[in-house]
Structures are given as C-alpha cells and as structure tokens.
C-alpha cells in the first residue's frame, strides 16, 4: 500500500495520470485490461529465487502477449566454499543491522535464523571452484521446486567454514549483472556450516544435493544443502545446511548462538566521529574529509517525497578536534593558532588539531595562504595546506622556508619540503 501510494503521488508530480495506468492488487487474482508487450519484474533476491520470483514472475506470464518476453530473462544463484576467520567477525549489530533484526525476530521469533549478507568479502577467501545453486529460466517453463547435483573442488589449503552464495542477474542474453562483482542492490549470502572450521586441503571436494522446496505459503522456497567433503584421503565429514524462509530451523547453529546475549540480539556500539575520520582517512585526503557528523533518526522528506535539504541545514552541531589540546611553544605557532582562530571562529585551537577537522575546507586555505604572508611573510603554495593539516606540521614547514628565505636575496620562490 505505501509504495502503491509513493508510485501514484510520484506519476501525478510528473504529470503522467494520462499515460500511464496504476494497478495496485494481487498479481494472483488482479486483472488487467490488455495484454503487455513486456514485463519488468524486481522480484529477485540475493538468492534470486528467495523473494518467490519462480511462482510470481511464472503467473504473470498470463499478461504478456509472448510469455517469454520477461526482464529479467535469467537468473543464475551460485555457490563456492569459503574461509572465514573468527576475527573477521564483531558478532553483533549495527544501528541499522538491528533495526531489521529486531523486526524479524519479533515476527518470527528470537530462534528464527536469518540469512546474513556478506560485504566486501575478500577474493582469497573463497576456496573452492564455483557451482549452480539454483537456475531460473524466466522466459521459459520454471520449477517450483528442484534438486540438483553440485561438486565444489577445493583449490587452495584452508580452514571451511561456510558456503558463499551470490546472485548472476541477466537482464537478456547480453546484460548481465554480478553481484559479486557489482552489488547493486544485493549483498551475497552467507551460510555458516562449521564453527570454527574444517582444516580443507587443495583437491579435497566437496560433492553434493542443492535443494529448493517451497515454503508453507506456497509462494517462497526454502533451500538446502545436503553435502559432504570428501578428502584426499578418502575422508568423508557432512556439510549439511538449512535455510528456510520463515520457518524456525530443528536445531540453532554455533554461529547463530554468538549473534545473541542472554537471548538478545547483541548491538555494536555506534561508531563516534573520529572512527569515521580514520575510516575516511584510509581512502580520502584530509580536505574532503566531513568536518561534522550528524546523526539523524531519519531523513527529512519534503511533501513529495524528496530529501529535504533545507531541513537538514538546520540542524546545530559543534565542531570539535580528536586530538587533546596542546598549547602553542614558539612564536610561529602562536601566530598560527591566532589565524585559524580567526578563520575558524574557534576560542580554542591545539597545535595538533587538524584544520578540516575544525571546519576549514579550500575557500579558507586561499585566504590562509594570504593571512601566512602578511602575519609571518612567507609565500607558501596552497597545496601545503592540505599536506599539513595541523599547526605542529606546519609550523616546522614555515621555519624551513623562512631560514631558506634569509640565506636567498630577492627571490619569493621557496622549494617544497617533506618535514
């Protein structure tokens, strides 16, 4: 109903009531007045088959005037096995991992196994070749429910842990989408088998059933793995696992017990603002790093539906370093802390406290740049700027330059120096 609501005030903005029609109903027992030359459908998970795509986009065949014209016309879920050490893992939940968690649980219970998404996963750690987890033929005649052989061999000595379960989208026989190697708006699947691991070696294989059944409600499949790792030497350990849907599994796994204290799900604690610059510091320079961070229960929307800018400007915040406080010891860095001062608008300024940090962004370097010469005269390049981003750096820089500057007659060129 809300996203039906979104779609009609998103059609009537655009002034589009004439030219296109909104059916809001049941795709089971609604009825259309024509037939269509195409249907796009968004029903596909991370396994793609999981949000009940097989049924749905089977039924809305009888809408089509040639059922094989669906986008997506295939989707093709695989399978590899993984290694995944322990340290990788907090065992916990973020702000907004909670949120969905907490809602499942109360819908389906705290013994309820939800399927965990992966991000980021390193390339090292899949082990194993790849295989069919599930293929759907949306064009075609689909199988609601299947059985099918896999066999992953083993390529690399490793600890197992788990299956790694991602989604190949294609859009036609040409456009495809990877999720492995372009997200979109799907995360791969992880399934936890073995806690804390099975030792694997190169050509060990791990052969067996991948199972799709439908759930209770007829309309989303539960899936299984029923395998075993067979061993060079001829060894043979079960790799079952179980995944339903909405169905409470017989037994709860190692893995899943970890996620919950005294049988609650466990909360990480929320990242403050120099966890963020230091996450932001590994992949941007210091001047594009956000000098605030505001937290917002939700974002602002206008009354179409939009963000709402303005409404976020309104917000008040303080700007405050993560670095403790450390006074000027010289008189360079006396007259630097009384220039960022002034720019920054700051009662209190550290010679370790970075200038973006404390708000300052490039409009300010270029008139800092002036406020250096005229207090201390020396030229410098802006670019210094933003290789020394706190008074302490800085200040060293200036008195190079300025011993360069008396040693040299009637030059303003001064060379850049790493201090």
């Known amino acids: 109903e809300e996203t039906y609501n979104k779609a009609k005030k998103r059609i009537e903005s655009l002034g589009l009531t004439d030219k296109i029609t909104l059916i809001h109903g049941d795709i089971r027992t609604v009825v259309i007045p024509e037939k269509m030359d195409y249907c796009v459908s968004e029903i596909v998970g991370s396994i793609a088959g999981s949000e009940g795509s097989a049924v749905l986009i089977d039924i809305s065949k009888k809408f089509l005037k040639d059922p094989s014209h669906m986008i997506p016309s295939r989707s093709i879920t695989k399978i590899a096995a993984v290694a995944l050490d322990e340290s990788l893992f907090d065992y916990g939940f973020s702000d907004v991992a909670t949120y969905y968690a907490e809602k499942i649980a109360a819908d389906l219970g705290a013994d309820f196994e939800f399927r965990l998404c992966l991000k980021n ?82 050509g060990d294989c791990i052969t067996g059933k991948a199972i799709r059944r439908l759930s209770s409600n007829n309309i989303n499949p539960d899936y299984f793995v029923m395998a075993e790792l067979v061993t060079a030497e001829g060894e043979r350990v079960d790799l079952n696992f179980e995944s339903y849907h909405h169905e409470t599994a017989p037994t709860k796994s190692s893995f899943f017990q970890k996620l919950f204290e005294d049988g609650k799900l466990k909360k990480l604690p929320t990242p403050d603002a120099s966890e963020f610059r230091e996450y932001l510091g590994k992949y941007l320079p210091d001047y594009m790093i956000p000098a605030a961070f505001i937290s917002q229960e939700t974002m602002p929307r206008t009354a179409n539906g939009k963000l709402d800018r303005k409404a976020l400007t309104k917000k008040e915040f ?57 207090n201390l005269l020396i030229t410098i390049p802006i670019r210094v700027l933003f290789q020394f981003t706190c008074i302490n750096d800085l200040s060293k820089y200036l008195e190079i330059q300025g011993k360069n500057a008396d040693s040299e007659e009637n030059t303003n060129t001064y060379q850049f120096l790493d201090v």
Do not use: C
Not at 122 to 130: L, R
Not at 321 to 328: C, G, I, R
């Open 121 to 202: 996963l390193p390339p090292e750690n899949i082990i194993s070749t790849s295989g069919v987890f599930e293929d759907l033929d949306y064009s075609g005649a689909i199988a609601y429910e299947h059985a099918h052989e896999i066999t992953l061999s083993i390529t690399k000595d490793a600890t197992f842990n788990g299956f790694y379960v991602w989604m190949d989208l294609f859009l036609d026989a040409e456009i495809h989408l990877d999720i492995m190697e372009d997200p979109g708006s799907w995360l791969p699947i992880y399934f936890p088998v073995s806690y804390p691991g099975i030792k694997v070696r190169e």
């Open 318 to 374: 303080e700007l405050t370093s993560s670095q403790h406080y450390v006074a000027p010891r010289n008189r360079v860095e006396e007259k630097l802390v009384q220039i960022w001062q002034e720019l920054l608008n700051a009662e209190k300024v550290g010679v370790f406290d970075n200038f973006f940090e404390l708000g300052g962004h490039s409009l300010l370097a270029m008139r800092m740049v002036s406020y250096i010469e005229r």
